[in-house]
């Protein structure tokens, strides 16, 4: 489970290091007013340097071992790295996104493993692969219009990208796992989740995907959605295994708070 239950050996062993660097990214971030634009970029690499300790890519130099492989949704409201503490420690990420977080890539009209995904899990060879959807999820919403009836004026790149997440929100409205008679941001927040064990199942159903490989379904909640702290990532699937009782008998006690599900 993403060694969660040996996580204090590693925090302690690395304290020292993420605390300074904590530090040192955070202090100019509340004295400095960051520009918009190409300074602005400048800027904040030139904090983010500034901050790393000097042994920061040491162990990185001749090559990658992710230990974990993460899709999630292109949203700028989604940190993508911040939610696993990913900036603190070089390689521990592989990290494609995607609007609506998909695993899933059509090619040539057959529904596959999208490639990036699988490059983190089968090239990189991480032991982890981890789906993470969002709440008030834009292409969620895009492919619920479309679901709905309404038609989209979008260019063909997203059409496509789409296309996938448009047949699970159907299916999702017609199963009993989604509240319709809601207002719609919950259903958008319902869907998404479902979104989300879509592409976990389709991952462990998938010959490309090596059996010995973990896969975990989280939810990130910026929202206050799931009832508790916001920013927090959800755990709502463990391998297929989606009932909330049974998840919170595979994570340690202290973290049971952080297995929740919004669907019925």
Same mark, same amino acid.
């Given at each position: 489970?993403?060694?969660?239950?040996?996580?204090?050996?590693?925090?302690?062993?690395?304290?020292?290091?993420?605390?300074?660097?904590?530090?040192?990214?955070?202090?100019?971030?509340?004295?400095?007013?960051?520009?918009?634009?190409?300074?602005?970029?400048?800027?904040?690499?030139?904090?983010?340097?500034?901050?790393?300790?000097?042994?920061?890519?040491?162990?990185?130099?001749?090559?990658?071992?992710?230990?974990?492989?993460?899709?999630?949704?292109?949203?700028?409201?989604?940190?993508?790295?911040?939610?696993?503490?990913?900036?603190?420690?070089?390689?521990?990420?592989?990290?494609?996104?995607?609007?609506?977080?998909?695993?899933?890539?059509?090619?040539?009209?057959?529904?596959?493993?999208? &490639?990036?995904?699988?490059?983190?899990?089968?090239?990189?060879?991480? =032991?982890?692969? $981890?789906? @993470?959807?969002?709440? +008030?999820? !834009?292409?969620?919403?895009?492919?619920?219009?479309?679901?709905? &009836?309404?038609?989209l004026n979008e260019?063909?790149?997203?059409?496509? =990208?789409?296309? $996938?997440? @448009?047949?699970?929100? +159907?299916? !999702?409205?017609?199963?009993?796992l989604v509240d319709?008679?809601?207002?719609?941001?919950?259903?958008?927040?319902?869907?998404?989740?479902?979104?989300?064990?879509?592409? @976990?199942q389709f991952l462990?159903?998938?010959?490309?995907?090596?059996?010995?490989?973990?896969?975990?379904?989280?939810?990130?909640?910026?929202?206050?959605?799931?009832?508790?702290?916001?920013?927090?990532?959800?755990?709502?699937?463990?391998?297929?295994?989606?009932?909330?009782?049974?998840?919170?008998?595979?994570?340690?006690?202290?973290?049971?708070?952080?297995?929740?599900?919004?669907?019925?």
């Amino acid at each position: 489970m993403l060694g969660v239950g040996d996580v204090s050996g590693v925090v302690d062993a690395k304290t020292t290091q993420r605390a300074s660097m904590n530090t040192a990214l955070q202090s100019p971030v509340n004295k400095y007013s960051f520009s918009n634009g190409l300074t602005g970029l400048l800027q904040r690499n030139q904090v983010w340097t500034n901050a790393l300790p000097d042994d920061y890519f040491s162990d990185v130099q001749n090559g990658q071992a992710p230990s974990v492989t993460t899709v999630c949704c292109s949203d700028s409201r989604v940190s993508q790295e911040g939610m696993f503490l990913g900036a603190l420690e070089a390689g521990f990420l592989f990290k494609p996104s995607n609007i609506g977080n998909k695993a899933i890539s059509i090619v040539e009209g057959e529904r596959v493993v999208d &490639g990036d995904f699988l490059y983190g899990l089968e090239k990189a060879d991480s =032991e982890n692969g $981890v789906v @993470v959807g969002h709440t +008030d999820c !834009g292409a969620i919403t895009a492919a619920y219009e479309i679901a709905t &009836g309404n038609q989209l004026n979008e260019s063909a790149g997203i059409r496509q =990208e789409l296309e $996938v997440l @448009v047949d699970i929100v +159907d299916d !999702g409205l017609k199963s009993d796992l989604v509240d319709t008679e809601t207002k719609d941001l919950e259903v958008i927040n319902q869907l998404a989740e479902y979104n989300v064990h879509r592409q @976990v199942q389709f991952l462990l159903d998938s010959d490309a995907v090596s059996e010995e490989r973990n896969l975990y379904g989280f939810v990130y909640d910026f929202q206050g959605a799931y009832g508790g702290m916001r920013g927090r990532t959800y755990l709502v699937n463990i391998d297929g295994e989606t009932d909330p009782c049974q998840l919170k008998q595979q994570v340690p006690n202290r973290y049971e708070e952080f297995v929740q599900s919004i669907l019925h």
